[in-house]
């Protein structure tokens, strides 16, 4: 059973030739019928600093910006430094969806951030959790999944993710950025949580047996030892 309901939990992974890439093309997609693809690979990483998209236009560089994976700062590896669990970057990365400009609706699912944050797309902010600051001391953290749901007639997707932590004993991402039209995303979340569901049930059925299997062994044992039950 284990093994059947392992397979209904999944994603696809980006092909290895786009692993390292904050820019990459999907417009060969068929969104309506693809699994939700895992864009955890490949995004520019600014750290202590909090840019809006506007900073993005017209291509603007920024120097030698590191390409990471999207997960916590804290356990990025740098030869020359590490990053702590207290402060603010901001995350960046480029998709191509669609080939023409029409409208069509994506959906984005990632996990809680370390800890609060900002979600802009195209230039718009699309989401906020908890309060972004560069003063530490203003930061409100909101750790709770999320999935954003929109349009757009872009053939582009520009993604800029600003978060700051204060509370945490990590800061940045969890791991997982997904993207899916909204019924395959849907479909992908449902399936999640048959298979949370079945797991709780193992948990808790061993937990109802070992705990009867305890009883009756003190049975047991009160009867041999005592001459009776307890």
Not at 203 to 224: C, D, E, M, P, R
Request: hydrophobic residues 35%.
């Amino acid at each position: 059973m284990i093994i059947t309901t392992i397979p209904v939990n999944c994603y696809q992974r980006l092909a290895e030739k786009y692993q390292n890439y904050a820019y990459i093309d999907l417009s060969e997609t068929n969104w309506e019928t693809a699994l939700p693809i895992n864009l955890s690979s490949g995004w520019e990483f600014y750290w202590n600093q909090l840019l809006d998209p506007k900073d993005f236009l017209n291509n603007s560089t920024f120097g030698d910006v590191p390409v990471v994976e999207f997960r916590p700062w804290t356990n990025l590896s740098f030869p020359d430094r590490k990053f702590p669990a207290k402060g603010y970057a901001t995350y960046h990365k480029k998709i191509k969806v669609q080939k023409s400009f029409k409208v069509k609706q994506f959906s984005i699912y990632f996990m809680h951030l370390f800890s609060s944050s900002k979600v802009y797309i195209n230039g718009e902010l699309i989401q906020e959790k908890g309060k972004v600051s560069a003063q530490l001391s203003e930061i409100i953290p909101d750790r709770t999944n999320s999935t954003i749901e929109f349009l757009t007639d872009q053939l582009d997707l520009d993604i800029v993710i600003q978060i700051a932590n204060q509370d945490f004993y990590q800061g940045g991402p969890r791991g997982e950025f997904l993207i899916a039209s909204p019924s395959q995303m849907h479909l992908y979340k449902s399936k999640n949580l048959i298979v949370e569901i079945f797991v709780f049930g193992l948990i808790f059925g061993s937990v109802l047996y070992h705990s009867y299997k305890l009883h009756t062994a003190y049975k047991i044992y009160s009867k041999n030892n005592f001459g009776f039950y307890q």
